[in-house]
């Protein structure tokens, strides 16, 4: 994957992000004030019930839409400021965007899909660079298929192949596994999560699907328009690790969430504790109680996308 690509991931920032889509039935506050950061090297995953903002989070950040307020940077371009001309030429030298709706050019076979931002872009040796992305993406075979000769995961794995064609530093996936087997979805998840892991790129994902969040090293949570949750699947493995310890062979996701919620509350009463006996003060009682409820609430969330109450 290395010699495929070449540029790191950068900083993208956004702060106070208002968006508000206005019609004649009124208006939609579909973002209120979001403030995020996410590093290269980074997988983040963003969760939330529909309408919560996802897409339209993702759709800024990548310059296909514009905010009603508020700032979105990129490295050192700030998106919100760019005219729309200037808009379609960051996407196409910065953002690799993976669509729900994938986006592949019906009437394009899967090499050529994967070569169309190259020619936009006007890169050397496209051809042997899409054919190594297909190749990444398992589909050298298949190089010469139309979309609809292919199967729905091996669409979503042309549209993955697209978005990396011109070596962007920032990938933004869209429910990347909405309509995968586990199969096609373990695939799409392992080659994201490497491409922030191993090759330094910005990686950020929205998701119902927690085969995708539990592979992520960041999650967040988005519920009508505000961040209301963050934790990392790092903090459920500490829990496995536990729990196996204690004897334990084999553990639910379900289970380890459910340990780690528990593990919260106790939290929650010491700091209380602690506050009573005179060792904390009351303003960093509030600001450490309130970062624990937010990891509770993403917890509840990956809980509830799994099928379990908490």
Known sequence: MENLFRRKGLVVEVKDLVKIYRSRAGEVQALRGVSLRFEPGVATCIMGPSGAGKTTLLNIIGGVDVPTGGTVRVGDILVNQLSERERDRF?????????????????LTALENVLLPMKMLGLPNAKQRALELLKLVGLEDKANRYPDELSGGEQQRVAIAVALANDPPVILADEPTAELDYENARIVVDILTKLAR??????IVSTHDPRVATKMDRIVRLEDGRVVGEFSPLDLEKQV??????????????????????????????????????????????????????????????????????
């Open 198 to 203: 191993e090759l330094g790129k910005t990686v």
């Open 241 to 310: 690790g536990q729990a196996v310890a204690g004897g334990r062979v084999e553990v639910s996701l379900a289970e380890v969430i459910k340990m780690k919620l528990a593990s919260l509350d106790r939290e929650l009463e010491l700091l209380e504790e602690r506050y009573r006996r005179g060792e904390i003060s009351l303003l960093e009682l509030v600001d450490r109680v309130n970062k624990v409820v937010a990891t509770k609430n993403a917890l509840k969330e990956l809980l509830s996308s799994i099928g379990v109450g908490a």
């Open 91 to 107: 996407r196409l030298e910065n953002i690799g965007y993976v669509f729900q709706a994938l986006n592949l050019v019906p009437t």
